[in-house]
């Protein structure tokens, strides 16, 4: 069995507690992956104090040249990316083509976008209120970036926080998620071979209720960055704000896709069930709201239940696996939960609900649809995370965009129309961080910035660029040339120049 260590200060090294944890395959639970170190807050304080004094270090080195780290982060994610890919798929179960062409591919452009990152790194200049002065804005490091993801996205996720808080100048203590430490050690694998030095980058694997609070509190953090659900999202806001440190959170979600009457029909069919069912339904931008107009709901629903009931489950290493199973035991038991909660409310069960781990050994979950369902059912306001997606339905334009805002959250909602006018009544309408227009909630481009809104998030985005934002802090520089000691003010330059 391989046994699996911390990296700190560029050593791999074991807890300091002396205790293991292991990560299992779901869709074949007897096999083990590896062993894991179960940290204790002394090896965060460890990996924290490592950050810490490699630091100053990986600031001055010049930004261009930590982004030809990235492109070389880059090309090795090329030449591993299968190995990876099968270890995503081992890990946490999700079908091999979406680990490789989803997960791999986006932290290869994050990657590519760092580089090009790495020899602009914008500041500012601002035209001065005064003669004989210059003002400027330049980017600094925040610190020590302490980065926390789930198992969802094991890769893609991991990048969007470590990639530019790395360019950024800026070292990592990463924890990745429980289920998913051999991913986590692949990713930091690549980055050491690709030359990241000693101290820059530094993982701790463990359990986050035993670690998070010494890791989010600790003196030599700066920032958290993290990834995860909302309870644990609170619990690190809290905490960080007791020590005021600066805290980026990307949490969960409940996706609409709104359906209209004028909609492609069959493209909508297609980009409901990628988005409700892709990933087994256990993404933050999971489609698990579909709400359809009447004039076509009965359709529709129709089309959809033959299109759901014809998914074929399997491991996500056969070719044939549209849908893999969930990631462990208390995921399988929490998403068969909210099946009683369904009917309980009302809700018409239409196909699946079913644990189906008796029959094929792994963490399987019949993908479910829920017709019947009302805005205010608990099903059409808890993030499931799993393959079970409510329809809804909506008399208007109007009342559809209603619905899909009745929600606590706002991460990625999308709309099937062919009408342009509905489209941009749609973009501004939807109470949402991102807007998807005749394509499926899942997925986002590199371009473009990610993050949600109300309890999706805390204002912050990824993806891109737009992290470059999240793992700086701005300095206004002001340069008086004059020699003449003045106070600031328009006035004042007029008079004494
Ligand atoms: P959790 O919040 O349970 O876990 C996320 C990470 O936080 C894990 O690494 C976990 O460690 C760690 N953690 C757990 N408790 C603490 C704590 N007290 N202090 C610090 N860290 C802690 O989320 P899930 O694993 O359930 O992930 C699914 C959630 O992530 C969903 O809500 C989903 O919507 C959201 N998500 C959001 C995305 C976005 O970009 N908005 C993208 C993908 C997912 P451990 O694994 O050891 O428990």
Redesign the pocket.
């Known amino acids: 069995m391989n046994l699996h260590m911390n990296y700190i200060g560029g050593q791999w090294v074991p807890a300091q507690g002396g205790e293991t944890f292991e990560s299992r395959n779901p869709a074949r639970p007897s096999e083990v992956l590896g062993v894991f170190q179960r940290s204790t807050n002394a090896d965060v304080d460890a990996a924290m104090a490592a950050a810490r004094a490699a630091q100053p270090g990986w600031a001055d080195t010049p930004a261009p040249q930590r982004g030809l780290i990235l492109d070389r982060v880059a090309d090795l994610l090329e030449e591993r990316r299968d190995d990876i890919a099968r270890t995503i798929v081992r890990e946490m179960g999700k079908v091999y083509a979406e680990a490789n062409g989803f997960d791999i591919q986006a932290a290869i452009n994050t990657a590519r976008v760092m580089v090009g990152e790495g020899r602009r790194l914008l500041g500012q200049t601002v035209p001065s209120e005064l003669r004989n002065k210059f003002a400027m804005v330049v980017r600094e490091p925040i610190g020590v970036v302490g980065a926390?993801?789930?198992?969802?996205?094991p890769i893609l996720?991991p990048s969007?926080k470590i990639f530019p808080a790395l360019l950024c100048g800026n070292t990592v203590v990463f924890?990745?998620?429980?289920?998913?430490p051999l991913t986590g050690i692949k990713l930091l694998e690549v980055l050491i071979d690709a030359g990241v030095p000693e101290g820059v980058v530094n993982l701790i694997t463990?359990?986050?209720?035993?670690?998070?609070?010494r890791?989010?509190t600790h003196p030599k953090v700066d920032m958290?960055s993290?990834?995860?659900?909302?309870?644990?999202?609170r619990?690190?806001a809290s905490?960080a704000g007791g020590e005021l440190k600066k805290v980026s959170?990307?949490?969960?979600?409940k996706n609409a896709v709104v359906v209209m009457d004028d909609a492609e029909f069959d493209l909508a069919i297609e980009g409901c069930l990628w988005g409700g069912y892709g990933t087994s339904g256990?993404?933050?931008?999971?489609g698990s709201r579909v709400v359809v107009h009447e004039a076509i709901y009965d359709r529709f629903l129709d089309a959809f239940t033959a299109r759901v009931e014809a998914l074929r489950l399997g491991d996500g290493l056969d070719e044939g696996s549209q849908v893999g199973p969930l990631?462990n035991a208390k995921?399988l038991d929490r998403v068969a939960s909210y099946i009683g909660v369904g009917e309980a409310e009302g809700a018409r069960r239409i196909t699946g609900g079913r644990k189906l781990d008796h029959e094929m050994g792994g963490y399987f979950f019949e993908p479910t649809l829920f017709t019947n369902v009302e805005p205010t059912m608990r099903i059409a306001q808890e993030?499931i995370?799993g393959p079970v997606v409510s329809l809804l339905k909506a008399n208007s334009f109007k009342h559809a965009i209603e619905v899909a805002n009745a929600t606590d959250y706002g991460?990625s909602f999308g709309i099937y129309t062919q009408d342009v006018n509905r489209v941009f009544a749609a973009i501004r309408g939807l109470h949402t961080g991102v807007v998807n227009v005749n394509s499926p909630t899942m997925g986002v481009e590199i371009g473009v910035p990610?993050?949600?809104v109300k309890n999706?998030?805390n204002g912050l985005r990824?993806s891109g660029t737009a992290s470059i934002d999240e793992f700086t802090e701005l300095k206004s520089v002001m340069v008086d040339y004059s020699g003449v000691h003045r106070r600031t003010g328009v006035n004042e330059a007029a008079t004494r120049t």
């Open positions: 926390i993801t789930p198992w969802n996205l996720l969007w924890k990745p998620a429980e289920d998913t463990g359990y986050g209720a035993e670690v998070g609070e890791f989010v958290i993290f990834t995860g659900s909302v309870p644990t999202g619990t690190i905490l959170l990307e949490l969960g979600s256990q993404r933050c931008t999971a990631v995921q993030e995370f991460l990610f993050g949600g999706s998030g990824e």
